[in-house]
């Protein structure tokens, strides 16, 4: 009987399956990017989305599979990983779903989505809970073409949309590793006051926004305990993950940063045990955003149990 299923980014399958392992749950088998088993479900930060109530349901015929989708609830994604043209057919049946493109920063859609697959041409997978909101657990937004200097704000944006919550004006957000600017383009954007380090020279346009100041130095150079406190710690940068560990603990020990949104950035293996301290940390959310690459987004917030998601 399976009782949870994970579904992988595309090429992730394997960070998703060794995760598991380490959390004691087996893949009884891949269907597709879904891994599923007969456990419970569980955290699992590779996956994109979660399966925490997924039933096998028989389907003799594709009025019987929409008719039984409809009985549960409104509003199903489909992951047509297997017999395509039927569960075409069955997701012609059912109301329509409009996953049109965000425009941050809006907040991430609140409505009720479940999650179905066929397993055979006669038995179906369905899930009426998980884990993300977004059709195959990935948010698209309206992007800006010109603005960025690079397209990584949109993995910023995905962050800041699922924890539901970013700077403003008032708050002092600390970039580290800032060049060549795309997240301090992205936080300049919200109105607060923007303090960009990197080494690295800065995107022009980027370094002329009023409310950015250009710190040209290393990140690790600074020493938490003599910096001015800040309400934001952003890093994105190029590092092992146990060095940006280091320093987060150093900015957290200092109690000059209140939340932090890192990206961890594996190189070559997947460092699963410093992932595992990351997602340790009281309040942590750790995830792989659909506008990741070899990438897990570490989020803390100070209010982290007062904030839902």
Known sequence: MIRSAYLADEGFEPEVEEELRRAGVAVAQWHGRLAL??????????????????REIEVPSIKAAAGSLRAIQRNWSLEAMAHHRRAALIEAALPPLKARALRFPEPAPTGHLGGWTLLAPDR?????????????????????????????????????????????????????GAAPGGWSW???????????????????????????????ESAFGLEPEKQPAVDWLFSDIICYPARLLALVRRWREAGRARNFV????????????????????????????????????????????????
């Open 186 to 216: 992205a936080l300049a954007q919200l109105g607060c006051q923007v303090v960009a380090v990197d080494k690295a020279a800065m995107d022009p346009a980027v370094a002329a926004l009023p409310n950015v100041a250009i710190r040209t």
């Open 37 to 54: 088993s007969e456990a419970p479900p569980v955290p699992c930060a590779w996956a994109l989305d979660i399966w925490t109530d997924p």
């Open 124 to 176: 179906m997978l369905a899930s009426p809970t998980k884990s993300s909101p977004f059709l195959h657990g990935a948010v698209r937004f309206e992007e800006d073409r010109e603005g960025p200097p690079s397209r990584a704000y949109l993995k910023l944006w995905e962050a800041l949309t699922r924890i539901g919550r970013w700077p403003g004006p008032g708050e002092v957000a600390l970039d580290l």
């Open 262 to 309: 890192c990206t961890l950035k594996f190189q070559g293996e997947t460092d699963h045990e410093t992932a595992a301290a990351f997602a340790a940390i009281p309040g942590a959310r750790l995830f792989h955003g659909a506008h990741n690459k070899h990438e897990l987004m570490f989020c803390l917030l100070e209010d982290a149990d007062r904030v839902a998601g």
